[in-house]
């Protein structure tokens, strides 16, 4: 089983930037892919940003060039958000992929506003 923790998540202004941390544990052997999803206020969950073992990301045209996903440690990420704006006010989930499942943290909340 592989759990998910998310933090860093608060209050910050439009313009800001914010970083989440993600850390997997559990019973992992290797490095998995992980990644950021994010849910507004009556909108669908969507892709943020993701990182597989080897280093590759991608990330959604809404956040390319403001966004940074990247690897601290070998199953922890974190996301750098800059030029925040209250369109990336949502729940953010970090995702991981192990042994073909998917697990997912609780979530942290990001909220821009002035």
């Known amino acids: 089983q592989v759990q998910l923790d998310e933090s860093g998540g608060g209050l910050v202004q439009p313009g800001g930037s914010l970083t989440l941390s993600c850390a997997a544990s559990?019973?992992?052997?290797?490095?998995?892919?992980m990644g950021w999803y994010r849910q507004a206020p009556g909108k669908q969950r969507e892709l943020v940003a993701g990182?597989?073992?080897?280093?590759?990301t991608n990330y959604a045209d809404s956040v390319k060039g403001r966004f940074t996903i990247s690897r601290e440690a070998r199953n922890t990420v974190s996301l750098q958000m800059s030029s925040l704006t209250p369109e990336d006010t949502a729940v953010y989930y970090c995702?991981?992929?192990?042994?073909?499942?998917?697990?997912w943290g609780k979530g942290t909340l990001v909220t821009v506003s002035s």
């Open positions: 995702q991981g992929r192990y042994t073909g499942m998917e697990y």
């Open positions: 990182i597989s073992v080897s280093g590759n």
């Open positions: 559990g019973s992992i052997f290797s490095s998995i892919p």
